[in-house]
């Protein structure tokens, strides 16, 4: 009994994780997730080109004179 204490108090939170995960993939959590990773990713991007235009439009001249 109290290995299984020890096993609970160690890994506590891998436990309720793994719980929410399932919780998560069972209400179909994941699909919003992936949107919302997306549209994240894709706000940083515009945010970056935004503030690094000359490095962003050398970069792409440069890739497009390869091709």
Not at 27 to 54: D, T
Request: hydrophobic share 55%; aromatic share 12%.
């Amino acid at each position: 009994m109290e290995d299984f204490k020890n096993f609970l108090s160690k890994y506590k939170g891998a436990i309720i994780g793994g719980l929410i995960a399932l919780v998560a993939l069972l209400l179909n959590l994941h699909k919003v997730l992936v949107w919302i990773i997306i549209i994240v990713a894709g706000i940083l991007l515009g945010n970056y080109v935004q503030y690094n235009k000359e490095f962003v439009k050398d970069k792409i001249k440069s890739y497009i004179d390869k091709l």
